[in-house]
């Protein structure tokens, strides 16, 4: 089961996750990441420190918007994972392709820069 | 075959007994003329008579009561065929009469008077025919729905006329008021019995113009009958009194006046009845059309036939000039269903309607025609000025609407209404179940597809692994219900050089299955050309680009082993860690390395972000690799097996064998979760170095 609130600050979309991504809850991920694509933002901020587990299926919705998101020059970062989150995305390398920031401050920071 | 015989016999004794009524009474009469001494008793024709009277009553009893093919028709049909019979002979009688110069009654000749006696009971023996054989289709029609009470009342009639013969036989002094009053008896209670008219309701529109036809006849043959014995009679009554009369005989006179009274009721009735008819017949046809409806889910093959026969069962219950089924279902299903109107014409009047927003046009609100009359009415070049608007709910969601027109203005009333709700309410509540079943079976067929891709999951993984003098391996697979798609494998590349491979396909069922093969056919078709661990994990990332859908990806870890260096090279795509065991410092840890898994990176960057790694393993080492189920199996309170818990275990048992290992892993693992039913897939492979 997913809650997935959105709000903005600062001109990014702020995509807070609480609860568990399985096979089934990975499709309101993609569709809110989806939305927020729709809906223009150029900066989005996933918001995982609610995020108590992902499995491969969630984590294949953040790897499927890599290229597009490159292409179209928009910019995500998470933020705010706890170490056993963290440590599912860095097994599979996806800490190598995804802007991971350790806060929100920080997160805001990093999609500045970029 | 028995009764068949029996009816033959009774006809026979009928003819007999006719036969001998007709000889006794003319020699009576003849005597009576001649003034001499009837050789024969004077009672014996009234006797023969009554015997030919119960005859012919018993053959119509069994020739009527007991066929069970004829219906009310086939009654009247039968008794009006009787009554033409008998008319005909009659006036072929009086035709023979007539051409032999119509000898005058009063001119007394003995000859002339037997003559007319003879004629006289040919005509008796007709009409005591024509009313037994009137009286028994009377009886099944009367009976026909019967109350404990129409029965005894019926055996008290039937009997009662049935003792009156005994009375007329032995001409018990004929007292006038006894007649009187058993005739009395027997007319009021013809009367009250000819009150039953119940199978009248049961004719159709068409039956009761036959009947009314059948019956008019039937009663002229009747008064036909009655006069031509009456004057006959009262010739022969003139000359003598001693003749057959049946004025004196109550059977045969209740049975004129209940076979009358019944013929001209049941005219009247159905005369009466036929206007209402049409009404009558619409209602039997809702609930005949109300049955289909309700049946359609187990008959039909598909939803659309449900909308056709409702369609067609609306229309021809409230009598539509036109009508249409309008079916949303989804987004993408848009169905027009019409009877006696184009699409065009339909889709004019809809848009009309939802173009002066008339909100309660699909409502089942009763005074709704009225309203949408006037609507209609402002739709130019539409020859509709009723309109009946329904809408058909499945799980709550309106599915679609049921539209009837009529080219009068306010042609529907409050009764058709009803009855289009509750057609259009039982087809949702049909196609409902329809849905239902459809969905049943669609999961049938899913657990199905998925039985097959376990089965191909299962025969992915090979049987044997590749040994070795230089290590043992051991590997076991459990997957959920669910197919999953863990895959390992090993190839010997030559005499020192072994290739292993543990890899976790992304998602679950069949797709996962399919991805499985195609890794292995990857790693059967790279592994043979001994290349570098990392670069195997770059084409195989190519070949997979192109085959893996958005979102899929596949971890690997892929070794080689080089038992003459002691050494291997492997690179990690995205796996779960390397679980070592370091024999000579009895150490236990997981390799930190980096790589990406396959799929994730679609362009030729990948290769940056494979790492090629590199150890030297010694005698007594063992390696773990698993899959995720592993570490992220879950006991009752939710939490993980974890890294941790995994890392602990195998310092535990690093002195067993790996089948060992592998074993007490597997327990400790089903111990850990509290279950026998795993919820996700467990591989573990086991190396051990010698």
Redo the contacts between chains.
């Keep these: 089961m997913i809650h997935i609130k959105r709000l903005q600050e600062d001109g990014a979309d702020v995509i807070a996750l609480v609860g568990e991504i399985d ?1 089934s809850s990975s499709i309101e991920l ?1 569709l809110a990441i989806a939305k927020s694509v729709g809906e223009g933002f150029s900066k989005i901020l996933v918001d995982c420190s609610a995020l108590e587990y992902i499995s ?2 969630g ?3 953040f ?2 918007y ?2 597009e998101f490159k292409d179209r020059n928009i910019k995500m970062v998470l933020f705010g994972m706890s170490d ?1 989150v963290a440590n599912t995305f860095s ?4 800490n ?2 995804l802007h991971i920031g350790k806060d929100k401050v920080q997160a805001k920071q990093i999609v500045n820069e970029l | 075959m028995r009764s068949k015989a029996i009816t033959r016999l009774l006809f026979t004794v009928g003819v007999i007994t006719w036969l001998a009524l007709v000889f006794t009474d003319i020699s009576i009469l003849f005597s009576s003329l001649s003034n001499i001494k009837p050789e024969v008793p004077v009672w014996l024709p009234g006797v023969i008579l009554n015997l030919f009277i119960l005859s012919l009553f018993y053959y119509y009893k069994l020739k009527i009561e007991r066929d069970e093919v004829l219906n009310f028709v086939d009654l009247l049909w039968r008794v009006f065929a009787t009554g033409l019979i008998s008319t005909v002979i009659s006036l072929a009688l009086r035709l023979v009469e007539h051409l032999l110069g119509s000898p005058k009654i009063d001119s007394h000749s003995a000859f002339n008077v037997v003559f007319n006696d003879l004629v006289y009971l040919i005509n008796l023996g007709l009409m005591i025919g024509f009313l037994m054989m009137a009286f028994s289709a009377w009886k099944r029609l009367i009976l026909y729905q019967k109350s404990k009470w129409l029965l005894r009342l019926w055996a008290f009639f039937e009997v009662g006329l049935l003792v009156t013969l005994v009375y007329n036989s032995f001409r018990v002094p004929q007292v006038e008021w006894l007649f009187g009053a058993l005739l009395g008896i027997f007319v009021v209670v013809g009367l009250v019995l000819s009150g039953n008219m119940k199978w009248v309701a049961f004719l159709n529109f068409k039956q009761k113009w036959t009947s009314l036809l059948l019956l008019l006849l039937t009663i002229f043959y009747l008064l036909y009958i009655f006069f031509t014995n009456s004057t006959l009679s009262q010739g022969i009554g003139e000359v003598s009194t001693f003749y057959t009369d049946y004025h004196q005989h109550v059977f045969i006179m209740s049975l004129i006046v209940f076979v009358t009274v019944y013929s001209i009721f049941s005219f009247l009735v159905i005369l009466f009845n036929l206007p209402t008819t049409s009404v009558f017949e619409q209602k039997l046809e809702e609930v005949v059309n109300f049955q289909r409806i309700s049946q359609s889910i187990q008959t039909e093959q598909s939803e659309e036939s449900v909308y056709n026969i409702l369609l067609e069962t609306s229309v021809s219950s409230v009598f539509a000039d036109a009508a249409w089924l309008e079916i949303n279902s989804n987004a993408h299903e848009h169905k027009l269903f019409t009877y006696k109107i184009t699409d065009k014409e339909s889709y004019d009047i809809i848009h009309h309607l939802n173009s002066h927003n008339i909100k309660g046009v699909f409502d089942q609100g009763s005074e709704k025609t009225k309203n949408l009359s006037k609507h209609l009415a402002t739709l130019k070049g539409s020859r509709f000025r009723s309109i009946l608007a329904f809408p058909i709910y499945v799980k709550g969601d309106n599915i679609g609407t049921l539209a009837l027109l009529k080219e009068l203005p306010e042609g529907f009333n409050k009764e058709m209404t009803k009855i289009v709700s509750t057609f259009s309410n039982q087809a949702g509540i049909s196609i409902e179940n329809f849905r239902l079943m459809e969905e049943a079976l669609q999961n049938e067929r899913y657990k199905e597809e998925l039985k097959i891709a376990k089965m191909v999951q299962k025969s992915l993984l090979p049987t044997l692994l590749e040994q070795d003098p230089d290590f043992d391996v051991a590997a076991f697979s459990e997957s959920a219900d669910e197919v999953g798609g863990d895959y390992y494998d090993t190839l010997r590349i030559n005499d020192h050089l072994v290739s292993i491979i543990i890899a976790d396909v992304s998602g679950k069922g069949t797709t996962a299955a399919f991805h499985m093969s195609q890794m292995k056919g990857i790693f059967h078709s790279l592994a043979q050309r001994d290349i570098a661990p990392d670069e195997f994990m770059v084409q195989a990332n190519q070949a997979l680009v192109y085959c893996l859908e958005r979102g899929s990806f596949i971890s690997a870890t892929y070794f080689i082993i080089n038992t003459q260096t002691k050494k291997i090279r492997y690179a990690r795509a995205g796996h779960c860690p390397v679980l070592y065991y370091h024999a000579d410092r009895q150490l236990t840890e997981y390799f930190k390395d980096k790589g990406v898994a396959l799929g994730m990176v679609r362009n030729k960057s990948y290769a940056s972000f494979i790492q090629a790694n590199e150890f030297a393993y010694k005698p007594g080492d063992i390696m773990v690799l698993y899959t995720d189920g592993v570490t992220e199996a879950k006991d009752g309170k939710g939490e993980e097996f974890g890294y941790e818990r995994l890392l602990a275990m195998v310092c535990e048992i690093k002195d067993l064998a790996p089948a060992q290992i592998q074993d007490y892993m597997i327990h400790k693992l089903y111990e850990f979760s509290g279950t026998e039913n795993i919820d996700d897939d467990y591989t573990t492979m086991i190396v051990k170095f010698k």
């Design positions: 096979a993609d491969s299926a984590l294949g919705v790897m499927s890599i290229e056993k097994i599979l390398g996806l190598e392709l």
